[in-house]
DNA sequence: TTGAAAGCGCTACCAC
DNA sequence: GTGGTAGCGCTTTCAA
């Protein structure tokens, strides 16, 4: 309603009056400087502190040609809002909130939808950000190449490509995705098919652990399937139950994250198939989710407090000027329900099911 | 590694230079400025296109007073990681991320870890952000309060209070609670829990509506019941079962978040209870994975995409120095499987225990 | 130890 | 229309 003017925040002049010394002196007594006598410190800090002065840091950040800030920027391609609600986003974001702030700066957080032709290199030349952190790179390798090149501090959590220039920080894709799927043979699946979406590097490794893992095991395994699928909750549901309705025929999913699967298991019992009696199902994240549904998501582990700390500290060290190598982190396989043999579920299936008809 | 010298990214005066005019003129052709001559703007802009040149925001921003960034905070108390991770939060976060970059302004994301003295005064003196956005009171009322009364470019998710001086967003948190408290007792439940923590402006107000709903309920209804739970998933799990344990006596669970429903329906299962049979469980938010769980929740679904857009419209008016009233948007009561009338459940039930039968 | 002054990169006012 | 210039609030070099 009434415009009422706002209270102009004191400025390092003000305390400089204030306390009857020049302007120099109160930034040196301000950062702590040794020049500055003790008690005159004193004195300013306090009156600083009275007077709730902050230091205003656009003023000092352009002095000092930084922004004590890093962006954490999350490219989307039509996943939307759905896109940063997956939880394997969420669990990283929070934790990159917790490092960055430990380190005195404070977090950018820019959604790209639908990216744009040099999104990456406006994003840069910006410079609102002393680095940049990218989650996933979804559909962006290219750009992220083209970056790299020419500008350094960014570091990006994804899978590690043959010959790529820039830094990633990530969890052997591979290596999980051959572990959960020899777990699959192991425990008698045999037309085992992959539920993602192979254009995004992340995807497109784990696919690779699928099929590795399928070569290499028992003969009468069914060749590769992969069903393409965008990592939405919708997305996974409708492509589950649209070859599930065409007749394909399996008895495992392998969900590219944890989200598709879970979402394959919701498919799958609206099929009126039951997991794992009929049909196996793996993921891959272990997302906090995993654990506690019903059946509890077999799935691979990746350990995103450690993801974000390597992250944060490769950042700042190329924010410093170093040159980084990237990091693949080892995976972890999780077994749980969704995964249980068939037999055995067969097992316990006719103990309830014979129970009516007394032998 | 090595230690390559990054190299220096253009500024308005390179710009200026090889186009062979002045700063001005520089600053004003790429702030489309009808002041200057077409065909210069022309060759101004392309000039600074292909040295790939975008204006310097610090400097543009010490200039301008403003810094076109919103500061997005979360209160947490005990709640750590967990707490951003509510999916409630996170849609609420992604919408705004939407809206905030919508209006042309970065968004800053502040976890505030057990808030310490003077925390938000501290963050408004910084002025690193033109305004800011509280999400959830959590526990820090008082310092809201403190704050409003000098800092007017602040608006707040949560609960409205009684004369309270910041600007909140939100839904009707006492009428969403009595719907659902009411629909419970409409279905034969009579003794009702509550599960949540009222020291939460929004939790306490919906403990409010459950108190009310009962009280206007039928006289054979119990008296109300809170068990005090933090809004993690683990808490809330924990405090259900003690209660269990220690032989609490209820018939359905009202839980002050769908996160805290959800994990109360997991304490029932493992204590050997049927949802909804034996007791019926409510939540509150309606976050997207309430429809898709085994049962799916009753709720009260909070509009968030309209919650961001008010958020945001209300502090860009604010920012602006207009005064802005709060907002309360309304509540609608989603019934879904988990509170089905128990009539309706002993029916199928026995169905399908009275076939084996063998006692 | 403290003060004076330059200057970070930009925008806007005032001349012309 | 365009150029010159002051100044946003701070840090740091150089003098004293």
Redesign the pocket.
């Given at each position: 309603m009434s415009k009422r003017r706002r209270p102009t925040p004191a400025?390092?002049?003000d305390i400089a009056r204030i306390t009857g010394?020049?302007?120099?002196?109160v930034?040196?007594a301000?950062?702590g400087s040794p020049?500055?006598?003790e008690g005159?410190r004193e004195r300013i800090v306090a009156v600083a502190r009275e007077r709730n002065y902050v230091?205003?840091s656009t003023?000092?950040n352009?002095?000092?040609?930084r922004t004590e800030t890093v962006s954490v920027v999350v490219p989307l391609g039509h996943e939307g809002v759905q896109g940063l609600t997956d939880p394997f986003y969420v669990e990283m974001l929070a934790h990159l909130a917790d490092d960055v702030t430990q380190r005195g700066h404070s977090m950018l957080l820019q959604k790209i939808l639908l990216p744009t032709d040099g999104w990456l290199a406006h994003l840069i030349a910006s410079r609102r950000a002393d680095g940049i952190i990218v989650i996933g790179q979804n559909t962006e390798h290219r750009a992220l190449e083209e970056a790299a090149a020419s500008y350094r501090p960014m570091v990006v959590w994804g899978g590690h490509l043959e010959r790529q220039a820039y830094c990633t920080v990530g969890t052997d894709n591979v290596g999980g995705a051959r572990a959960v799927v020899r777990h699959l043979l192991d425990t008698g699946r045999r037309r085992i098919v992959f539920l993602g979406n192979p254009s995004m590097p992340e995807m497109l490794l784990r696919e690779r652990g699928y099929r590795e893992a399928l070569a290499e095991g028992p003969g009468d395994a069914a060749a590769p399937c992969t069903i393409p699928s965008r990592f939405t909750v919708e997305a996974a549901y409708e492509a589950l139950r649209t070859f599930i309705r065409q007749g394909g025929s399996f008895d495992a999913v392998f969900g590219a994250t944890d989200v598709i699967a879970l979402s394959a298991i919701r498919a799958l019992r609206d099929a009126g198939l039951d997991v794992p009696r009929d049909v196996a199902v793996a993921g891959f994240d272990d997302v906090s989710l995993a654990a506690h549904g019903t059946p509890s998501l077999t799935t691979v582990r990746q350990d995103l407090a450690r993801g974000s700390r390597t992250l944060v500290d490769l950042l700042f060290r190329r924010i410093r000027g170093e040159d980084t190598d990237s990091v693949v982190m080892p995976a972890e396989l999780v077994v749980r329900e969704s995964s249980a043999s068939p037999l055995a579920s067969l097992r316990r299936v006719s103990r309830a099911e014979s129970a009516p008809s007394p032998p």
């Open positions: 400025k390092m002049a010394v020049h302007v120099s002196t930034s040196r301000l950062a020049l500055v006598a005159l230091v205003n003023a000092r352009l002095r000092l040609q």
